[in-house]
């Protein structure tokens, strides 16, 4: 299978180091809310690793860390970022597998998802609900982003993030397509400028399956969970937990 992020992963850390300086805590914020005891972690599409760093530091306890990752690219950096910080390196363990096929441990004290959803086709995200329903601890959560465009419509050509390292300028900007009932295409483009003059640019296509808020509870209720936000409603967190707990 083609892996989008083959040639667009050497920027990917730069791109979203910016977002994760709010996500982070709100990440950590939202795993103070899980009510299970210690246990395992599991970070599915856990990319270059900083939902990885950001899990545990939330989490000082030992807690092993699970960080499921697919793209070999990816992956790169995330086992890089585990190894050189002796904190990540007893506890997290990289796994070269994707969401709908990873191996979940069973009580599980949280699963994340931040960042996913919108890589998994509906029979796969369902399969993740009855996944965490199945491996969750009494107390644990499943906690994932929803981020818009909840229905399949265009996005205009946007500056997702923009950065300086040393003398080159990085820039990555986006725009989106519908390409089927359920789903987006986005368009994503890296340029490396050095003094206002483009060096080098990256394009890169993936497919992105887009679902409401109300559309991804009702699936997760199926599963016996039940979908609340958690934190900033800008970030999209959601906690989901068995029904009752």
């Known amino acids: ?44 599409g856990a990319g270059t690793g900083r939902g990885v760093r950001a899990i545990c530091a939330a989490l000082p306890g030992g ?28 506890r997290v363990t990289v796994l070269a597998e994707d969401a709908a096929h990873a191996p979940l441990p069973d009580a599980l004290r949280a699963i994340v ?30 906690i994932v982003g929803v981020a818009p465009p909840f229905t399949p419509q265009r996005v205009p050509r946007t500056r997702m993030a923009s950065v300086t390292v040393g003398a080159l300028h990085y820039e990555g900007w986006a725009t989106a397509e519908p390409s089927g009932q359920d789903e987006i ?15 080098s640019e990256v394009t890169v296509d993936y497919r992105w399956w887009v679902a409401s808020e109300s559309q991804l509870a009702e699936e997760a209720a199926e599963a016996g969970l039940a979908m609340r936000p958690a934190g900033n409603p800008d970030l999209g967190l959601h906690l989901l937990t068995r029904h009752g707990e």
């Open 1 to 44: 299978m083609l892996d989008p992020y083959e040639r667009s992963a050497e920027y990917l850390d730069l791109m979203i180091a910016e977002t994760w300086q709010s996500l982070g805590p709100a990440l950590a914020e939202a795993l103070q809310q899980v009510k299970a005891g210690p246990g395992p972690v599991v970070d599915v």
């Open 63 to 90: 807690d092993p860390v699970l960080a499921v990752e697919p793209s070999s690219a990816m992956r790169a950096v995330l086992l890089a970022r585990v190894h050189d910080d002796p904190q990540l390196r007893g």
């Open 113 to 142: 998802a931040v960042n996913v959803l919108g890589h998994l086709p509906p029979a796969e995200r369902r399969a993740l609900w009855r996944s965490a329903a199945r491996a969750l601890a009494p107390g644990g959560a499943l």
């Open 185 to 199: 295409t986005w368009h994503m483009d890296y340029r490396v400028l050095r003094d206002g003059l483009p060096l």
